[in-house]
């Protein structure tokens, strides 16, 4: 195993077990406060707030998603970009093309994604650490070309993209669209987040995290390194795929210019903020993607990006573990005010 | 409340009723839209400040100079114009965000200038529905001229298939037999020039074209597809390239000995940015077409037009260099607006500005060349679509031949 994969999993494992007595209960409440938030901000906000709150959960359930491949499983990907890329034309094309129910194409992005994400896990299984990341970033850069090419033109629309219709809320609920899809998409996220918890407690989950802190010991105990290393990436494509689709019918439009490689950097960068292997701070790190350019922007524009990568250095030197750290310290300093 | 007191409040209404109504039809009527007031107009823009196309930032910054310019001269009309701009990155996801934040968010009147043909698709169909212009999108995209199905969407520039059908023209009448290859981007942008190129050829196209080779914008140079398309024996080269590659691919084809009758695109003219950096004594005979003037071109010097352009970049622009196409195009691009807006005079609701800019007659910017002249209706959505040939010699183009109009379908 390569150091800097040592580096980044090894203070995940001794907090990514479940909590125990008073600090699962703060957590479960926090969990409860979020989600409560969650619900009611959509009536107090416009709309502009809304669809930024839907790109807020989709992008984070892209961050969960590789949060579980490197965080479970310690593999690398610098090429999520692409499962994503992946899902939204599935999504785009099964509905422009197709006349499929926007609803049913998540899950069929979902499985075609999970099989690109499978197979790709093959040859992916030679590699390890930065080899698995570079091999993965050549994913993001071919992605966009071959949605270019040619021969998939009349389905993918070429360079022009494909324009997707937005849903309607149905059953005549008195709800705008923006809001119908943030609902959906929040329950959709819900859904893959509890069923991503579950997955990383199980026995494949154990399995996983056994390969990433150490592979050979895990081999050892009889676990199937290959099958379990190319599950993970089957499952974050698969997760990934669905984060994509529902971000085409939230944005409305797919190109190629949408998925480069900049989209796969992003979520990484989301990961390591929200904090690499803790599954409630791929919101944070959504947050962080979403709206941390905005600000760097507010602040200068000709040189958003040095400001941009400031704000990124002082998180990263204050809170080096990402939002995890930050969620530890609120503990404790809320355990210490209760004891005084 | 008693029922007298109502009597007298629902009689004093109707008194302010009447008078606003009487009123209103004497003194010239303001109306307003979001975005407009008596003191104010707020018009968004979405730029690639950052990202692959950062290159065409100046774009956004020449234009909020413009306003700055406009304000500091009394407003249009006595109205300040409040430019805002955001950074999409040349994103697409990024760009509907910005939208959709210029129009619920910071309530802009319109939409003006977003850059970009993914980024403008992207939006094109929220700001029709939302019934917000989406004001001379700075691509050249053939399908911005489309009123029946987009009233709300209107493009500026000429669009790249007219401009290849020219040269179609041109070489159907120069050169009839002519050994073509075509070089060009993959992406929207190279492939709207040869779809324009090809049905200007007509039944000609497959006999007259040997060779047609692409290349990714991510390719950091283009030298091996020069040497290919030179083995192929072409005798003319159509390159449909950015200025980057253009410039390139003139260097190249100088440093191989390869002289082919040599076009360029509009895109790629800049002598600061071409066709310096190709080095002079391979330019000397390239052949492009343009609309605007070009403010490193000693040619303009005189010209009072470009004289208030040197004026604004001197003051507003310090230190920017002129040689950049961007600045030319900002200033062209938001002096359109600033006459439509003046045009719309007190009426400043989002129909009026769409009537006024299609109602523009044989309007002519600071820095269009001399007889391109802005033209629209409600049936034409394409603001300039008169070009001239032109010859590079020594360091800077000659204009040749007449203005053209792209849209003459003979």
């Given amino acids: ?340 | 409340m008693n029922s007298r007191q109502k009597l007298r409040i629902a009689a004093i209404s109707t008194a302010i009723i009447a008078f606003a109504a009487a009123s209103g039809s004497a003194i010239a009527q303001k109306k307003y839209d979001t975005g407009a007031t008596d003191t104010e107009i707020k018009i968004g823009n979405i730029m690639p400040y950052s990202g692959p196309a950062s290159a065409y930032g100046i774009i956004g910054k020449t234009e909020a100079a413009y306003f700055q310019m406009v304000n500091d001269q009394g407003g249009i009309n006595g109205r300040k114009v409040n430019f805002i701009s955001y950074d999409d990155a040349y994103s697409p996801p990024k760009a509907v965000e910005h939208a959709r934040k210029l129009v619920e968010s910071d309530e802009a009147l319109l939409i003006f200038n977003p850059l970009g043909t993914p980024s403008n698709t992207a939006i094109q169909k929220y700001l029709n529905a939302k019934k917000v212009p989406q004001l001379f999108v700075a691509t050249g995209a053939a399908k911005w001229n489309d009123p029946k199905h987009f009233p709300w969407t209107m493009g500026w520039q000429p669009n790249y298939q007219d401009e290849a059908r020219i040269y179609a023209k041109y070489l159907l009448k120069e050169k009839p037999d002519a050994k073509v290859a075509v070089l060009y981007q993959n992406d929207d942008f190279g492939k709207d020039y040869v779809k324009g190129f090809k049905e200007g050829l007509g039944d000609k196209a497959k006999s007259m074209i040997v060779i047609e080779e692409s290349y990714e914008v991510s390719e950091p140079t283009i030298d091996s597809h020069i040497v290919k398309i030179k083995a192929s024996g072409a005798d003319t080269l159509l390159d449909f390239t950015t200025p980057k590659f253009a410039a390139q691919t003139i260097k190249k084809a100088g440093e191989l000995n390869w002289k082919p009758l040599h076009i360029v695109t509009n895109v790629s003219i800049s002598v600061g940015a071409v066709m310096k950096p190709a080095g002079f004594e391979y330019g000397q005979g390239v052949l492009s077409a343009a609309y605007l003037k070009d403010g490193a071109d000693s040619q303009w010097d005189n010209d009072p037009g470009m004289k208030k352009w040197i004026a604004f970049v001197d003051k507003y622009a310090p230190g920017a260099n002129k040689s950049d196409s961007g600045l030319v195009y900002g200033y062209g691009a938001a002096q359109t607006l600033h006459k439509v807006l003046e045009m719309c005079g007190d009426n400043l609701t989002r129909e009026n500005v769409m009537k006024q800019a299609a109602s523009l007659k044989d309007f002519q910017t600071d820095v269009a060349l001399p007889g391109v002249k802005i033209n629209t209706s409600a049936t034409d959505f394409a603001p300039i679509q008169q070009v001239q040939m032109m010859r590079f010699k020594g360091e800077k183009w000659e204009l040749f031949g007449d203005v053209i109009s792209s849209d003459a379908k003979d």
């Fill in chain 1, 1 to 340: 195993m390569s150091t800097l994969q040592e580096t980044v999993s090894d203070p995940a494992a001794p907090t990514t077990d479940t909590p125990v007595g008073k600090s699962a209960t703060l957590g479960r409440a926090a969990s409860l406060i979020m989600l409560v938030a969650l619900l009611i901000v959509p009536f107090f906000v416009r709309n502009f707030i809304i669809f930024q709150l839907t790109m807020l959960l989709i992008y984070g359930i892209a961050v969960l998603a590789l949060n579980i491949l490197t965080g479970g499983s310690g593999q690398f990907s610098l090429g999520q970009s692409a499962f994503y890329a992946v899902g939204a034309y599935a999504a785009a094309i099964l509905i422009e093309h197709g006349g499929v129910n926007y609803a049913l194409t998540l899950p069929i992005a979902g499985v075609i994604c999970f099989i690109f994400g499978f197979l790709f896990g093959f040859p992916a299984l030679r590699l390890s650490g930065i080899y698995l990341a570079l091999a993965t970033f050549a994913l993001a850069v071919a992605m966009p070309q071959l949605l270019k090419l040619g021969v998939f033109e009349h389905w993918t629309g070429g360079v022009q993209g494909l324009v997707v219709t937005k849903p309607d809320a149905p059953f005549g609920l008195p709800m705008s669209q923006d809001m119908w899809l943030y609902y959906f998409t929040l329950v959709v996220s819900l859904l893959i987040y509890l069923a991503s918890v579950n997955l990383l407690r199980s026995r494949s989950g154990r399995a996983m995290m056994a390969i990433r802190d150490n592979e050979i010991a895990a081999a050892a105990m009889g676990v199937d390194v290959s099958m379990y290393k190319t599950l993970a990436f089957g499952v974050s494509a698969g997760i990934t795929g669905v984060a994509g689709a529902l971000g085409a019918i939230a944005v409305q439009f797919v190109a190629p210019d949408s998925y480069t490689f900049q989209l796969a950097i992003a979520l990484f960068l989301g990961m390591v903020v929200g904090g690499v292997g803790w599954l409630p701070g791929s919101l944070a790190g959504a947050a962080f993607i979403v709206f941390v350019p905005n600000i760097a922007e507010g602040i200068s524009k000709g040189l958003s990006g040095a400001f941009f990568g400031i704000l990124l250095f002082v998180v990263i030197y204050l809170v080096p573990h990402g939002a995890r750290q930050g969620a530890i310290i609120a503990e404790s300093l809320f355990n210490k005010l209760r004891r005084s």
